[in-house]
T-cell receptor
Framework: KAGVTQTPRYLIKTRGQQVTLSCSPISGHRSVSWYQQTPGQGLQFLFEYFSETQRNKGNFPGRFSGRQFSNSRSEMNVSTLELGDSALYLC??????????????FGPGTRLTVL | AQSVSQHNHHVILSEAASLELGCNYSYGGTVNLFWYVQYPGQHLQLLLKYFSGDPLVKGIKGFEAEFIKSKFSFNLRKPSVQWSDTAEYFC??????????FGTGTRLTVIP
């Protein structure tokens, strides 16, 4: 079974621009979560989508948004980019069986550099 | 608020040495616990997980972890490390919602 895929793998943008990142979950997985990884702050939860609805949200400004499509694929968008948004953005998918014991599987990430 | 503490930021060991990485969490309810590993240039991979039952869980590549509820700890262990274990290790807590709380990570360097 194919793993979580993320595109693009690398992005370079300038301040003020916006960016869209894409994530395809493992087949059959219905929940997609996004995380930001930086050397200073570590791994931080951005948001989670399930059935095309945002179900959980972390403590990030409104410039960070996302959506999920009917096939469970997800996109996240960052508007008005700032230098501090430079990070590795990770997507994780899980089955969401309703048991509360699901494991999240991570993609390779998108490395975003803001100049 | 939930938090996860990994006290060792960087651990350097020689091959064949034993490893123990500490992880403590703060959350009063039922939690699911995980250790993830990130090898250089690779993505986060699940090492092992604890949901319930036997508090000693075994993972891939000879790793194991012990959940001690009274100490809010989930320490990772390996009796004999190899050079290929050089990586960053993250402890994570899933307190219910699909929102993993990660520790800051421990970088392990194994010297051949």
């Amino acid at each position: 079974k194919a793993g979580v895929t993320q595109t693009p793998r690398y992005l370079i943008k300038t301040r003020g621009q916006q960016v869209t990142l894409s994530c395809s979950p493992i087949s059959g997985h219905r929940s997609v979560s996004w995380y930001q990884q930086t050397p200073g702050q570590g791994l931080q939860f951005l948001f989670e989508y399930f059935s095309e609805t945002q179900r959980n949200k972390g403590n990030f400004p409104g410039r960070f948004s996302g959506r999920q499509f009917s096939n469970s694929r997800s996109e996240m968008n960052v508007s008005t980019l700032e230098l501090g948004d430079s990070a590795l953005y990770l997507c994780a998918s899980s089955l969401d069986s309703g048991s509360g014991t699901d494991t999240q599987y991570f993609g390779p990430g998108t490395r975003l550099t803001v100049l | 608020a939930q938090s996860v503490s990994q006290h060792n930021h960087h651990v350097i060991l020689s091959e064949a040495a034993s490893l123990e990485l500490g992880c403590n969490y703060s959350y009063g309810g039922t939690v699911n616990l995980f250790w993830y590993v990130q090898y250089p240039g690779q993505h986060l991979q699940l090492l092992l997980k604890y949901f319930s039952g036997d508090p000693l869980v075994k993972g891939i590549k000879g790793f194991e972890a012990e959940f001690i509820k009274s100490k809010f700890s989930f320490n990772l262990r390996k009796p004999s490390v190899q050079w290929s274990d050089t990586a960053e290790y993250f402890c994570a807590v899933l307190p219910g919602a699909n929102n993993l709380f990660f520790g800051t990570g421990t970088r392990l360097t194994v010297i051949p």
